[in-house]
């Protein structure tokens, strides 16, 4: 057994690729006009706070408490749970909390709702880099396709041209 290898893959096969979330994700938008009432929130936003609560493993009061400092006004457990209550509707969590509220949490959930609902994405750090890599792997591809097509041409308008001497060069005039 010494010899022998074990396949390593860096993706698991079960796990989707970025470019396999965002082509499924596009598939399923369409470019109408969005119906009315479509655009409420209310409910996920509700439910993401909630889920984003539980994952995070942090009592409710600690949460308060870390956005309290971080935003300097006092948020407490009771308006959480407000915010995430669904029998609640009257109660609304202000957009200016968002991202104290991500950050104690460490939950970014909420602000993929918000992303997905204006057909947008929302990359984090080693995702945004990646993105921007595989951005610049695609224009350098497109640079050599085009970068082939102008050499073909030139080698085309060389083969065409009366009078090209063997060094490849030929007497071009203006105009020609």
């Known amino acids: 057994m010494?010899?022998?290898r074990r396949k390593f893959s860096v993706e698991?096969?079960?796990?989707l690729s970025l470019f396999d979330v965002l082509q499924d994700a596009a598939t399923k938008m369409t470019p109408t006009e969005p119906a009315p009432g479509?655009?409420?929130m209310g409910s996920c936003i509700r439910?993401?706070?909630s889920e984003a609560i539980r994952r995070s493993g942090l009592k409710r009061w600690e949460i308060a408490g870390r956005m309290s400092e971080l935003l300097g006004v006092e948020i407490t457990e009771s308006m959480l749970n407000a915010w995430s209550a669904?029998?609640?509707e009257d109660r609304r969590f202000p957009a200016e909390y968002l991202a104290a509220f991500c950050y104690v949490t460490g939950d970014r959930e909420i602000l993929r709702a918000i992303a997905r609902k204006v057909h947008c994405w929302l990359l984090e750090s080693e995702e945004a880099v990646m993105a921007e890599?595989?951005?610049i792997n695609w224009q350098r591809q497109q640079l050599a396709a085009r970068e082939r097509e102008v050499k073909a041409y030139l080698a085309e308008m060389k083969r065409r041209r009366p009078g090209a001497d063997r060094a490849g060069y030929s007497?071009?005039?203006p105009g020609e």
Not at 12 to 15: F, L, S, Y
């Open 2 to 4: 010494a010899g022998r």
């Open 47 to 49: 439910q993401s706070i």
């Open 12 to 15: 698991p096969e079960n796990q």
């Open 133 to 135: 890599l595989g951005r």
């Open 38 to 40: 479509s655009m409420d």
């Open 86 to 88: 669904e029998s609640r």
């Open 171 to 173: 007497s071009l005039s």
